[in-house]
């Protein structure tokens, strides 16, 4: 076994045609190294099994000083500057020990039955936004239903004040985007000054919600430094938001192009939760996982990846691997989604998975109920995705709503 040689130029497009790219990946084996389209060479797994082995690898790390190195090593200067590093040294992006402790802190907080006494919460703001545009005869679902539902969920979960929201999930949409190291270093600079003050009001004036918490813990000295809170604060914020808004837009879309699965679904509404996991198989929130690199040569398939590379893992790839689930590229409502990496796996399976699910199970029913005639109000090959490799989601959702 020995690592391939060559390096495939990625023409394709990655964003617009996420599935096409990595069916062709696939199809020359589960690992392969490509350029990506600014010119990064990155191994892209897009196999089942092989993608589910590297993301409990630890020989596959997530440490950022250490892929700060390897940017510069292959002649790429990193965007990080001092407010893009500190918002980014959260869980998401360290491994254990520190992992482990950090999402000590949170884990409590998100577990199922946690989340499930936020349900009438979620209930009542998703009839308040669906009052909002029930009148109207159209709508883009994103800014009118999508977007405002998570933010909304997440800012009160952490204390986050509803004026505040719009200018937090501008800066956030600029950080996960493909923008240019000015716009990100900008945008991040706004959100670090933002949390800085925010913590410092918390701190001063303690709620009920789950930044308090965390800044009692930090103050109580359980293991969370200054720098730690913030970053915390931030992964919870932007995480807890950005991929439930395209779990709930991705699953309303590939709903209304399948007018045979959306029948399926009003005959029968107890399918709805083994929808939604369909769903996040089908086409979920995140496409490439966040990068990591191998400490050492770690083999995959029939190729060795040899140590000190960069290591991306498609979701969506695995999640449409034929060999792993039965006619991968047809939404159906009845499968038996089980084992879908929508929310990634290992010590990094996403903490606000029972959230996103509930938020989405909500909207999703409420939408269906609200309105007996939904559907969408474009031809679907004309709506586009974010401009992004990490999240998986559409600029418009235009729809008919009566």
Not at 296 to 304: N, T, Y
Not at 315 to 330: C, I, K, M, S, T
Not at 332 to 341: C, F, I, N, Y
């Amino acid at each position: 076994m020995g690592a391939a040689e060559s390096v495939r130029n990625l023409a394709e497009d990655l964003v617009q045609e996420p599935h096409r790219v990595s069916e062709l990946l696939r199809a020359e084996g589960p690992a392969r190294k490509v350029r990506m389209p600014r010119g990064l060479d990155v191994w892209i797994v897009t196999g089942y099994a092989e993608a589910r082995a590297i993301l409990a690898d630890s020989r596959v790390g997530k440490d950022p000083a250490a892929i700060r190195r390897l940017f510069e090593r292959d002649g790429f200067e990193s965007a990080a500057d001092n407010a893009v590093r500190a918002l980014g040294g959260h869980m998401l992006n360290t491994d254990p020990p520190d992992h482990t402790r950090l999402r000590k802190l949170v884990n409590q907080a998100f577990t199922s039955r946690t989340v499930s006494r936020l349900r009438p919460r979620i209930e009542q703001i998703t009839a308040e936004l669906l009052d909002g545009i029930g009148d109207a005869e159209r709508a883009d679902l994103l800014p009118a239903f999508a977007v405002p539902l998570p933010i909304r969920v997440i800012c009160e979960l952490l204390g986050v004040h509803a004026g505040d929201q719009p200018a937090f999930a501008t800066w956030s949409n600029t950080m996960v985007a493909w923008s240019t190291p000015e716009e990100l270093q900008a945008a991040a600079a706004k959100m670090h000054a933002y949390l800085v003050d925010l913590i410092e009001e918390k701190r001063a004036e303690p709620a009920d919600d789950l930044l308090s918490g965390l800044i009692h813990a930090s103050d109580e000295g359980d293991s969370l430094s200054a720098g730690e809170l913030l970053a915390m604060a931030f992964l919870l914020l932007v995480a807890g938001f950005e991929t439930t808004v395209n779990l709930i837009a991705n699953s309303v879309f590939a709903l209304l192009r399948e007018p045979d699965q959306l029948a399926a679904l009003r005959a029968d509404p107890a399918l709805l939760p083994g929808a939604i996991e369909e769903f996040l198989r089908y086409d979920g929130a995140i496409h490439l996982a966040t990068i990591r690199f191998t400490r050492e040569p770690v083999p995959v398939g029939d190729v060795e990846i040899p140590a000190g590379e960069f290591v991306l893992v498609s979701l969506l790839g695995a999640n449409r691997d034929p060999g792993r689930f039965e006619d991968p590229d047809r939404l159906d409502v009845t499968r038996s989604a089980t084992g879908h990496l929508a929310f990634g796996h290992g010590i990094h399976y996403c903490v606000g998975a029972p959230l996103a699910r509930l938020e989405a199970e909500i909207a999703v029913r409420g939408l269906l109920e609200r309105f007996p005639a939904l559907s969408l109000d474009a031809e679907p090959e004309t709506l586009r995705w974010r401009e992004s490799t990490l999240v998986h989601g559409l600029e418009t959702l235009p729809v008919r709503l009566r």
